[in-house]
């Protein structure tokens, strides 16, 4: 019988349920290793054998429905293919829906592609052999999970499989019920203009379909991660600049404090002149308060940096908390002004921030130390933190509420830090946020020109 040639009144079966559990299953695994695990290894496998038996059986057992029934159940299973990634990752329920409707369209394409050429073998090529059927459902499906593998591993990163947008979200499953419905309608309802006289007409539609439903939504993934990235550079940038801009004032403001100290002397005149001794009692309140600004300069030896923690420790008095820095700014000489505004700008303001919210005075602290050790130039900050931070690849989450244009400030500090060859590591132990950065020092460093002198007289 050459059904699949001639076209003859050939009625295929449909996909075997266990064969379409097994590659929900298996699309759903490419896409949580691609994600940040909860679970080490042997609960992930225990899970997974689990969530595999139950979609086998769930499947199996709803088989024949047809209709509107049939539409609700391949719903159900795609709500519980996204529970299964819920719960081996940490991620929300928007990245779930996402990653699940991803794995969905993986599985829809996968178990088409492989059960059209198990019936090409089987009835244009008459080969029943039962090994050989095996074969090909491990050959089909390894081969497109491995590529679907590599490309969430050259396209994608754990962090733009999440932190998805409700409106992302609404364009994936627009993509996904388009996907469905246009593939499969065709088995579902007989009456309708996607219907085939004869089966063969239909598998060969819909895996067509779901080969460009795929397509076309890796497409829309890779464009999204695209206008996510530049996003997130136009951010950085616009924080890289507010801080060169910061400091820009500050410079300017500390210029006018230096004229103003400079007529110190006609106050102190004034002062022995005054025969009114609450007059000159005020005159020295005055001259306390100013002094107190003007001991909140730095020298450091770097005057990029100077600017920069005189204008932070101004903040930090405003708002009483206790700013300790040891820092040797000669050995950032290497680094351009706008670079060292954003480490240091960005660093101190996240800081400030977090000290403000805590209500005891007496633990609003920051420490800050800038030192080189073997070739390194080394910056740590630390502050009392009183929150419970969740960490998103190495870097805080932003706790505040509209999070859309937060948290880019310690990725541009990152940007920055990168940009010297340097690492960032950011932990929180015993209630204490401690930001570290390691950077190797240029041959004509100050710090390797300091440790090479500090060699010489040893």
């Known amino acids: 019988m050459n059904g699949w040639a001639s076209g003859a009144a050939l009625t295929l079966p449909d996909i075997p349920r266990i064969y379409t559990a097994l590659a929900e299953w298996l699309a759903c695994l490419v896409c949580i290793f691609e994600l940040k695990r909860r679970f080490s290894i042997l609960k992930l496998v225990g899970i997974s054998a689990a969530a595999l038996v139950f979609q086998s059986v769930y499947l199996v057992l709803t088989k024949g429905q047809d209709g509107i029934l049939w539409f609700l159940i391949m719903m159900a ?110 088995f579902a309802y007989s009456n309708t203009p996607f219907w085939g006289r004869y089966s063969v007409e239909i598998f060969n539609v819909r895996t067509l379909i779901d080969l460009g439903g795929l397509a076309i939504f890796y497409a829309y993934h890779i464009q999204r991660m695209h206008l996510r990235s530049q996003l997130e550079l136009e951010s950085m940038e616009m924080i890289l600049n507010n801080q060169y801009v910061q400091y820009q004032q500050s410079q300017e403001t500390l210029e006018l404090i230096n004229y103003k100290y400079h007529d110190l002397k006609h106050h102190i005149l004034a002062l022995r002149a005054e025969e009114s ?42 708002h009483d908390i206790a700013l300790t820095i040891v820092a040797d700014g000669a050995l950032l000489d290497f680094m351009d002004v706008m ?31 800038v030192f080189s050790q073997r070739s390194f130039l080394i910056i740590r900050l630390e502050n009392y933190c009183e929150d419970k931070l969740r960490f998103h690849k190495q870097l805080p989450v932003t706790t505040k509420e509209k999070a859309g244009f937060h948290g880019y400030g310690l990725k541009s500090l990152q940007h920055t830090v990168h940009k010297y060859g340097g690492e960032v590591d950011i932990s929180l132990q015993g209630g204490w946020f401690s930001l570290k950065i390691l950077i190797p020092c240029p041959a004509d460093s100050g710090v390797l020109k300091a440790e090479a002198a500090s060699h010489n007289r040893s």
């Open 77 to 186: 299973a795609v709500v519980f293919m996204g529970l299964f990634i819920y719960s081996c990752c940490d991620l929300s329920i928007l990245d779930a829906v996402y990653n699940g409707i991803r794995a969905f369209i993986i599985a829809e394409f996968a178990a088409s592609l492989e059960w059209e050429l198990h019936c090409y073998f089987y009835y244009e090529r008459g080969i029943s052999i039962q090994w050989l059927a095996w074969v090909l459902l491990g050959g089909t499906y390894g081969t497109v999970y491995l590529i679907m593998r590599f490309l969430g591993r050259r396209v994608a990163g754990k962090e733009e499989c999440t932190n998805i947008s409700v409106r992302e979200i609404i364009f994936a499953v627009i993509i996904g019920l388009a996907v469905f419905l246009i593939s499969n309608i065709g």
């Open 277 to 318: 001794a609450q007059k000159r009692s005020e005159y020295l309140d005055q001259m306390e308060e100013e002094i107190k600004s003007y001991g909140a300069q730095q020298h450091t030896g770097n005057c990029v940096l100077d600017t920069l923690l005189t204008s932070k420790s101004m903040n930090c008095m405003r």
């Open 339 to 369: 670079d060292i505004c954003s480490i240091f700008g960005n660093a101190l303001d996240n800081a400030i921030e977090c000290e403000k919210k805590i209500a005891d005075m007496q633990k609003r602290m920051i420490h800050l130390s």
